[in-house]
């Protein structure tokens, strides 16, 4: 590692989800576990193992297992410099730990250390920040597939548009056309119903029960100046799921970009 990478970055969290150590360590650790709530996932599931997180179309992270100690602990880490593409002496591995403590009443706790190292450019705070503030979503899902999926493999359903403006006039807009409530709501989002479980800063958690079961993430956020972005993300979890997601995913796409967005 380079002299100059001597600027540390660190994000904490901690969640308190339902479910035995052995639950929840096949959900934080293995390839089927993490793709039901967080990314799809590629696994080897050992230590040495490689890793791979998929973010779209040929965009992804690639990684490394670094320590495996089931049900308690897994560590990893990315290739920071390849996911940003920078020079590979400008950057250290972003290193990532999960750790899984059992509490009395059948819940466990989830402890998320991912920390780095580099040279203080502005960009990097600002990434950090930003991976900070859309990590935290993440863990609702995490909870909910926990509470109501646990051991399920998830089909995924993702697609995003952009539009001029900014994230939040975006939000308000798709809030708004799908008439999102508050926690605790019914809603019918073309479609597909539910009930809202968590509402956030431009983003809405549901669980779906109709026509498919599973999880359904709304969100909005700025790229760049003067654009901002929606996206749409469901974990659904029924044989039939790879069907729905077939017919599903190109209408979604359509009606997203057709979104009206007050000036």
């Given at each position: ?15 308190e ?12 650790a ?10 799809p ?36 880490q ?41 040279t ?75 009930t ?60 997203l ?7």
């Amino acid at each position: 590692m380079s002299t100059a990478l001597n600027v540390p970055y660190r994000l904490e969290f901690t969640v308190e989800v339902p479910g035995t150590p052995d639950q929840v360590w096949e959900a934080v650790a293995t390839a089927q576990g993490m793709s039901a709530w967080f990314l799809p996932t590629r696994m080897e599931e050992r230590e040495g193992g490689s890793l791979h997180f998929s973010m779209g179309p040929e965009m992804g992270s690639d990684g490394q297992v670094t320590g495996w100690d089931p049900p308690r602990r897994i560590a990893y880490q990315e290739d920071w410099a390849a996911l940003m593409g920078k020079d590979p002496d400008t950057l250290s591995p972003l290193t990532s730990e999960f750790l899984v403590e059992a509490q009395s009443g059948g819940t466990c706790v989830v402890r998320v250390t991912t920390s780095g190292f580099g040279t203080g450019a502005e960009w990097e705070q600002e990434w950090w920040d930003d991976m900070g503030s859309s990590w935290l979503p993440f863990f609702d899902n995490l909870r909910l597939y926990l509470a109501h999926f646990p051991g399920q493999e998830a089909t995924q359903l993702e697609v995003t548009a952009s539009h001029p403006g900014d994230a939040s006039a975006l939000w308000s807009a798709l809030r708004d056309a799908l008439g999102l409530g508050d926690v605790g709501s019914t809603v019918d989002v073309r479609g597909a119903t539910g009930t809202v479980e968590r509402v956030g800063e431009r983003q809405t958690l549901v669980r779906l029960t109709a026509p498919v079961p599973g999880m359904l993430s709304l969100f909005t956020y700025g790229y760049g100046e003067g654009e901002a972005t929606a996206g749409v993300r469901a974990y659904l979890f029924s044989a039939d799921a790879a069907d729905y997601v077939r017919r599903e995913e190109p209408a979604w796409q359509a009606w997203l970009q057709g979104l009206s967005v007050s000036a």
